[in-house]
C-alpha cells in the first residue's frame, strides 16, 4: 500500500449519486456525484472528488472538518450570522467543526476534498 495518493480529478470510474437530504434542501433539485478515492484511518478521513448541480442546501458539519479545492464552476456559501462568500475554480476553503450555513451551487461544481470527523 503506497503512502502517496495522487488525486484524480477526473475519475473513469462510476460515481455515488445522491440527491439533496429532504430536511436540507431549501431550493432546485441538486444532484451530486461523489468519487471516493482514499478512506484512512478507519474511516475517519476521506479523500475524493463530488459534483454539484445548481440548488441550494444547509450545510451541517457537525463534527466534521472539510477542506475543498474548487475545480470548476461557482458556488456561494453563507455561514449562519455571516455573510455571503463565493468561490469558483482555483478558490480553496476550509469549513470547520460545527460549520452551519446555506450552499448554494450557482454553476455545476466540481470539488476536490478531504474530511476527516
Known sequence: MSLLKTV???PAF???ESGALPERLISGNPAFKTWTQDVA????VHTGVW???PGETRSIKGDTFEFCH???GVIEITPDGGKPE???????FVMKP?????WKTIETVRK???TVG
Do not use: M, N, V
Request: proline share 3%.
Open 8 to 10: 484524480d480529478t477526473s
Open 14 to 16: 462510476q460515481p455515488r
Open 41 to 44: 484511518k478507519g474511516d475517519l
Open 51 to 53: 459534483e454539484a448541480t
Open 70 to 72: 474548487i475545480l470548476a
Open 86 to 92: 463565493t468561490y469558483r475554480a482555483g478558490d480553496s
Open 98 to 102: 460545527g460549520f452551519t450555513g446555506i
Open 112 to 114: 476536490i476534498y478531504a
